[in-house]
């Protein structure tokens, strides 16, 4: 471990015992280094890789503040991270949702309200109307999910899910089920949530969107095996039987 990472250790202590509390103020810098034991300018690395890991923040002219810590904001690089994966990895990543969100739609059926039920049908709605239109579809997709999983009422649990629930993968799979004609069965399947979640029918929330999720997973394992079968090229058996 070296000596940032080190430092980096005994603030992030700190906030974990409760001595910085989230929206404590940090002691000035000479004072944090010297309570430490560290020089100025570890501890100002340190700073500074918890200031990106959004653990602290820095307020011009006023000083160092530990942040609020909530989910959204310590995990909002996830999402980021999930755009740059590629192949198999995305697999392991539908993978993940399969395990995951199914058991969030059926929270969200025992303790969803009537709003996020009304937002929820908008969001379904729009998707039937936008049938053709995929920049659109995927708009409305990423929101139906969004509305659905806040409220399981655990944010934690939808600020992982945002986050592996990549946009850019969504939109890559709405093309691919419009252009095989599958997007009518694909709108059908978030008809069958919001009827479950209408219900307040939690096992059949969980099933209906462990079906819905495994479509996804199916159309992208084939969509990738496809893929690689494209870049691999014809074989030319004749050829290697004669060497």
Do not use: C
Not at 220 to 227: A, D, G, N, T, V
Request: proline share 3%.
């Amino acid at each position: 471990m070296s000596l940032t990472d080190k430092a980096i250790t005994r603030i992030r202590e700190m906030i974990q015992s409760g001595e910085l509390p989230p929206g404590a103020k940090l002691p000035p810098e000479q004072q944090l280094a010297s309570d430490l034991g560290l020089s100025r300018n570890l501890m100002r690395e340190a700073v500074k890789a918890l200031v990106v890991a959004r653990v602290l923040e820095i307020r011009r002219g006023d000083g160092t503040y530990v942040t609020s810590l909530e989910p959204a904001l310590l995990l909002e690089g996830l999402s980021s991270a999930v755009e740059l994966l590629q192949g198999d990895t995305l697999l392991e990543l539908t993978e993940v949702r399969r395990l995951f969100e199914p058991i969030a739609t059926g929270l969200a059926a025992s303790r969803i309200s009537e709003d996020a039920l009304a937002d929820v049908r908008g969001h379904l709605d729009a998707m039937r109307r936008a049938r053709d239109d995929v920049e659109l579809l995927n708009e409305h997709d990423v929101a139906f999910h969004r509305a659905v999983i806040a409220a399981a009422g655990n944010a934690t649990l939808a600020t992982l899910l945002d986050g592996i629930s990549s946009r850019t993968v969504r939109a890559r799979v709405w093309r691919g089920l419009v252009d095989d004609n599958a997007g009518d069965r694909t709108v059908a399947e978030h008809e069958a949530i919001y009827a479950a979640l209408l219900a307040r029918d939690s096992p059949l929330a969980e099933a209906a969107s462990l079906i819905h999720v495994s479509t996804t997973e199916q159309w992208l394992r084939q969509h990738l095996r496809s893929s690689k079968a494209t870049e691999a090229g014809p074989r030319d058996d004749q050829g290697a039987a004669g060497t």
